[in-house]
């Protein structure tokens, strides 16, 4: 008698939870990515007790039609990609298909979604089970409350930071993601006080000032260049704004958020001596690319990328910011305005 059986969806969902959803932040991050994917122009994040009570993410996007609501938790299933090619040329943030299905294995979540504003549906999923998916009455989006994170997984639950801890990673994900994209208004509120807030008309300044403060914005450079496979643009503040973390530096590819060791250093090199020893610079740099030389795929939160040119992107970057920052030498009063 053989041994081997193939595991639930309830099972397998729960364990890929493990790696999509690491903490109240990562539920926040997918979430608002499934918003930005569905052409949303305003997304609200609320959340109390650092998400692990409640998160709710509303947006005023496409919103899912009655039909997909099953589809949408279930695992491996998405409307981004098709077909194996389509992974060599990913153009939205989510595409595995994995997020509400994971979400939903280790909370309590209710979805009201509408493509049309007034009609909707209202759907419930407790542990990985659909349970109860009803007509109801909405404005086209989709808002998706998300309780008790990890109420079945107490192992989970249990090495979970304090309250302030998880609401400083889920400020950090809002912040960023919210860098990254200035043509949409993010709000984030932790019970009734509003820590972000940004009013997404297009000003990437604005939404800079909004995030880090006048004297951060006001202290920006644009940085702006391309080679044949990258176009970068950005903003990176003078050399006397500097922080003690490599923190405020956030690097978007295609829209995405990513982390990558390599590019912060590149940035950083472009400062050159101008730096103080400890201390690192605060930029918002954005590259845009054809998706095939990027590989999102590498990791289930895509934080981590695979460039297939690296190095031409490294050496842009430093290039950028050490022609800026000495450009600004020559003509300090121009660029002091
Ligand atoms: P993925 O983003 O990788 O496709 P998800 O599990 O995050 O997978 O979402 C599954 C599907 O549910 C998406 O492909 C999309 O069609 C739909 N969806 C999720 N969130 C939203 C949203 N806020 N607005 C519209 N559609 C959504
Ligand atoms: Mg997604």
Known sequence: ?????????????????????????SVVKELVENSLDAQATQIRVQVRDGGLSLISVSDNGDGIASEDVPLAFARHATSKIATGADLFKIGTLGFRGEALASIGAVAKVT?????????????VVNGGELLKQEKSSQPKGTTITVKDL?????????YMKSVQTELAHIADIVDRIALGHPDVAFSLVNDTKTMVATVGNDDWQQTIAAIYGNS????????????????????VAKPEVTRASRNFISLLI???????YALNKALIAGYGTKL?????????VSVHMDPLLVDVNVHPTKQEVRLSKENELTTLLTDLVAKQLG?????????EN
């Open 1 to 25: 008698m053989g041994k081997i059986h193939a595991l639930s969806a309830q099972v397998s969902n729960q364990i890929a939870a493990g790696e999509v959803i690491e903490r109240p932040a």
């Open 111 to 123: 979805m009201t979604t509408s493509t049309a504003n007034g009609l909707g549906e209202t759907a």
């Open 150 to 158: 990890f109420y079945n997984t107490p192992a989970r639950l249990k």
């Open 216 to 235: 951060v914005a006001r202290s920006l450079l644009p940085i702006k260049g391309h080679t044949l496979d990258y176009q970068v643009q950005g903003f």
């Open 254 to 260: 295609n829209g995405r958020y990513i982390k990558n």
């Open 276 to 284: 103080m020893v400890g201390r690192y610079p605060v930029a918002v």
């Open 327 to 335: 450009e600004q030498r020559l003509i300090p009063s121009a660029l």
